[in-house]
Structures are given as C-alpha cells and as structure tokens.
Nanobody, 123 residues
Framework: QVKLVESGGGLVQAGGSLRLSCVASGGMFSSYTMGWFRQAPGKEREFVAV????????YYADSVKGRFTISSDNAKNTVYLQMNNLKPEDTAVYYC????????????????WGQGTQVTVSS
C-alpha cells in the first residue's frame, strides 16, 4: 500500500521559515513525479511546486517563486519543500502527491496523496 507522510508544519511568524518533508513508502517511485499542493479553508486546492524527476526540473506557482524551493532525496524516497519569507497568505494545509504524469499544476493528475501538514503564518 502506497503511503505518503508529510511533516514539518507548524506555527511561525511572517518572515520566518519552515521545511516540509514528505516520505514515500509502499511502492516504487522511480518513475513518479512528486509535487506539493496547499488548501486553505473555503478555498480550492492550489498548486505550489513540483519536482519533475524524469526531466530533472522544477516548476513553481507564481505566488511562491523566489521564496520556496522543492528538492528531493531519491535514496530516502523523500521530497522537501523549503519555505522562506513566509506570509500570512501561505497559511494552509500542505499536501504532497505523486503522479505518473509530467507534473502539471492540475491536482487531478496526481494519484496518491499524503494526509497533509498544517502551516500557519501569523502577522
């Protein structure tokens, strides 16, 4: 059974930093793309970043460019999201997800999802 577990969320002040981790287990992920999404209460799930392992490239939402960095450690089946200069509008539950696709910003493309980790940024 495929399992994705996020960690690293918490409460920080605006301007602070957090590093999220997502550990994958229970499957073979060498051919998968892994991305990050977030969802605030009452809002649609929003694309954040993706690490396109097949092409060794990354792609970010405009709202986080220059502040967030996605990276991976294939040996540990882990993907990270380094979040710097956090803003109150970054407050959301953050999810990691895997896809057999190229790694678009459409959540519909992704097959497996973690349980999410809460990130709260105070003003």
């Amino acid at each position: 059974q495929v399992k994705l577990v996020e960690s690293g969320g918490g409460l920080v002040q605006a301007g602070g930093s957090l590093r999220l981790s997502c550990v994958a287990s229970g499957g073979m992920f060498s051919s998968y793309t892994m991305g990050w999404f977030r969802q605030a209460p009452g809002k649609e799930r929003e694309f954040v970043a993706v690490n396109r392992w097949s092409t060794n490239s990354t792609y970010y939402a405009d709202s986080v460019k220059g502040r967030f960095t996605i990276s991976s450690d294939n040996a540990k089946n882990t993907v990270y999201l380094q979040m710097n200069n956090l803003k109150p509008e970054d407050t959301a539950v953050y999810y990691c997800a895997t896809s057999r696709g190229y790694g678009s910003s459409w959540s519909r493309e992704y097959d497996y999802w973690g349980q999410g980790t809460q990130v709260t940024v105070s003003s």
